[in-house]
């Protein structure tokens, strides 16, 4: 799937083999960094989880225009003349970048993480997954799925012990969001804490998806 302007996606990806993308807590600390580096130019993030070996992300990627305005005061002078270019040619070739945005943070992080832990290799399953979000009602299933999932494969019984998550800034940073797709503060912690409960029916939601991960 190539990626489009001005839509949201579901993407994530999963560690290669049975190895870890986070060893440390620094290494969470580090991956958003990076994260913030690469794909906050090209999209804005509305949701995350990150756990120790795969990650989800809900992103909404941005227009065209603020993609190169952003990617023409970042400081990689190649990234911006590499969009230049391809603002003379054809859609594809524009949307293709994005993709190739995701795998420049990807070669990043990875390049860091060998030369810390002295690995070599692939850290991340080749092809990272993508799934545009293409209505409202997925997108609060989506967010509630992303934030639960650390309760799913048992990192934590309770989804307010799990950290590195946007589960517990999403109310203040993105309260646009939080108004369109929950109502209100109140609604969107009793959803997460009901889905938590009935875990049953969050299971549900993974099926609803159609997620395999």
Same mark, same amino acid.
């Given at each position: 799937?190539?990626?489009?302007? #001005?839509?949201?996606?579901?993407?994530?990806?999963?560690?290669?083999?049975?190895?870890?993308?986070?060893?440390?807590?620094?290494?969470?600390? &580090?991956?958003?960094?990076?994260?913030? /580096?690469?794909?906050?130019?090209?999209? @804005?993030?509305?949701?995350?989880?990150?756990?120790?070996? !795969?990650?989800?992300?809900?992103?909404?990627?941005?227009?065209?225009?603020?993609? &190169?305005?952003?990617?023409?005061?970042?400081?990689? =002078?190649?990234?911006? =003349?590499?969009?230049?270019?391809?603002?003379? @040619?054809? @859609?594809?070739?524009?949307? +293709?970048?994005?993709?190739? /945005?995701?795998?420049?943070?990807?070669? =990043?992080?990875?390049?860091?993480?060998? #030369?810390?832990? #002295?690995?070599?290799?692939?850290?991340?399953? +080749?092809? &990272?997954?993508?799934?545009? %979000?293409?209505?409202?009602?997925?997108?609060?299933?989506?967010?509630?799925?992303? !934030?639960?999932?650390?309760?799913? !494969?048992?990192? %934590? =019984?309770?989804?307010?012990?799990?950290?590195?998550?946007?589960?517990?800034?999403?109310?203040?940073? +993105?309260?646009?969001?939080?108004?369109?797709?929950?109502?209100?503060?109140?609604?969107?912690?009793?959803?997460?804490?009901?889905?938590?409960?009935?875990?049953? @029916?969050?299971?549900?939601?993974?099926?609803?998806?159609?997620?395999?991960?």
């Amino acid at each position: 799937m190539v990626i489009q302007f #001005n839509t949201c996606y579901h993407i994530y990806n999963h560690a290669n083999g049975d190895d870890n993308l986070f060893r440390e807590e620094k290494n969470y600390s &580090f991956f958003l960094e990076k994260y913030r /580096q690469h794909i906050d130019p090209i999209a @804005e993030t509305i949701a995350w989880c990150l756990m120790p070996n !795969h990650f989800h992300l809900l992103v909404k990627i941005r227009s065209e225009d603020e993609v &190169f305005d952003n990617l023409s005061t970042s400081s990689s =002078s190649s990234k911006v =003349s590499n969009f230049g270019r391809a603002k003379e @040619e054809d @859609e594809e070739v524009k949307r +293709k970048l994005l993709s190739k /945005q995701f795998a420049n943070f990807f070669s =990043s992080y990875t390049q860091a993480f060998n #030369n810390m832990y #002295n690995r070599r290799g692939s850290l991340f399953i +080749k092809n &990272f997954k993508r799934k545009q %979000v293409e209505d409202e009602c997925y997108l609060q299933n989506l967010i509630l799925y992303i !934030h639960l999932n650390p309760i799913k !494969h048992g990192f %934590v =019984s309770l989804i307010s012990e799990w950290i590195p998550t946007s589960y517990h800034s999403f109310p203040t940073e +993105k309260p646009t969001f939080l108004t369109s797709v929950f109502s209100n503060e109140a609604a969107y912690f009793q959803q997460h804490a009901d889905k938590q409960r009935v875990f049953k @029916e969050y299971q549900n939601i993974e099926n609803d998806l159609k997620i395999s991960l």
